[in-house]
Nanobody, 115 residues
Framework: QVQLVESGGGLVQAGRSLRLSCAAS????????MGWYRQAPGKQRELVAD???????EYADSVKGRFTISRANAKNTVYLQMNSLKPEDTAVYYC?????????WGQGTQVTVSS
């Protein structure tokens, strides 16, 4: 069983930055990949960014150039640095881990961007 705990969400003005953290209960390099998803009211959950155990990353087109996913292996933590935030980034952000094909989710953290 893998537990994921997100933190770092909050209310921020457009143009500002936030950093989300996801602390995992397991050794993150043993996971195929970890990622961040988000779900806005009335919309489907969508991939924001992910990072594989080999360090490859991918991003949604809407966040490329503004968001950066990274990890601290010794801390079993994955981060999402979000810069130049826009009101349309408002959503609940969820951490995700793929361990051997099994998917695990955190409880989510709210990010609200005011205009």
């Amino acid at each position: 069983q893998v537990q994921l705990v997100e933190s770092g969400g909050g209310l921020v003005q457009a143009g500002r930055s936030l950093r989300l953290s996801c602390a995992a209960s397991g050794f993150i390099l043993s996971f195929r990949a970890m990622g961040w998803y988000r779900q806005a009211p009335g919309k489907q959950r969508e991939l924001v960014a992910d990072i594989t155990s080999g360090g490859s990353t991918e991003y949604a087109d809407s966040v490329k150039g503004r968001f950066t996913i990274s990890r601290a292996n010794a801390k079993n933590t994955v981060y999402l640095q979000m810069n130049s935030l826009k009101p349309e980034d408002t959503a609940v952000y969820y951490c995700n881990a793929d361990k051997g094909g099994l998917l695990y989710w955190g409880q989510g953290t709210q990010v609200t961007v005011s205009s």
